[in-house]
């Protein structure tokens, strides 16, 4: 990674340095969001490995600029609005991962262990005619 320029003159060049990775990183959260429309596992993996890498890669040249105090507003908001972007994919992933859970769990239903569930419920057989009060 490139030394960021610190002086007000040198601003335009900080912009353009932060533009590439920002640029990646919103590529590949449209990317990764046509996969999960199209809900193509093996598009979805390699388009969520690219944006880890795409904002580890944002984050580390967002944060140097940040240091010197020469992040501009506007691709500050970007930044934002990305992350803005991953925690609701990362929220419509969990919902989906839900929904599935519980699907699988009403087609096949697992063993009862004789303990509360992770809804709560009391999974106990019954245990021939004794009375519990």
Known sequence: ??????????A????????????????????LGDALLRRDTGAIEQYAAKLHQALAQAISCFSDAA??????PNLRHRLALAGGRVAAQRESLARATAALDRAIDVLMPGESTGLYSASGKNERKALGGSIQV
């Open 12 to 31: 335009a060049a900080v912009s353009q340095q932060l533009e590439q990775p920002l640029l990646e990183v919103e590529s590949c959260l449209n990317l």
């Open 67 to 72: 240091r010197s105090g020469s992040v501009p």
């Open 1 to 10: 990674m490139q030394a960021l320029p610190t002086s007000d003159s040198n």
